[in-house]
């Protein structure tokens, strides 16, 4: 028999709908409120899904890199998805170095994978596809 299939979800993360559509893969969705992260995909792997007006404010805040410092200590394997397509950032980002510099830093100082999306079920599908491979 198969084994089933579960994810951790923030309780914060119920309204952008991506839980309902994991549901849909056959998932378990459990939600709890997390500390860090907002989807635990397995006992050393988590996400931090970022919107892309979240993203831009956190990174200029330092905020994004507060919380991938957490994510880094806390898990094994860390992953931000950022909702939103490559040109909406270029054109709102004075500098693109800063972006690409964020990227960089994401990668090589915190061990992160960072993934872009363009909307909710793209992110789901993504979700899945991790834990398919974290399983």
């Known amino acids: 028999m198969p084994k089933t299939l579960r994810v951790v979800v923030d309780e914060r993360e119920k309204i952008s709908g991506i839980p309902n559509l994991l549901k849909e893969f056959g998932l378990l969705v459990e939600y709890r409120m997390l500390e860090v992260g907002d989807y635990i995909i397995s ?26 410092h957490r994510l880094s200590k806390a898990y094994e394997h860390s992953v931000i998805i950022v909702e939103g397509k490559l040109p909406y950032f270029m054109e709102r980002i004075a500098k693109p170095q800063v972006f690409w510099g964020t990227l960089a830093t994401l990668t090589f100082q915190y061990d992160m994978s960072v993934f872009f999306t363009t909307e909710a079920q793209q992110t789901a599908d993504l979700i899945y596809a991790l834990i398919k491979h974290r399983s």
């Open 43 to 68: 006992p050393n792997s988590a996400i931090e899904r970022k919107q892309k007006q979240d993203f831009l404010k956190s990174l200029y805040s330092g905020r994004l890199f507060d919380q991938a």
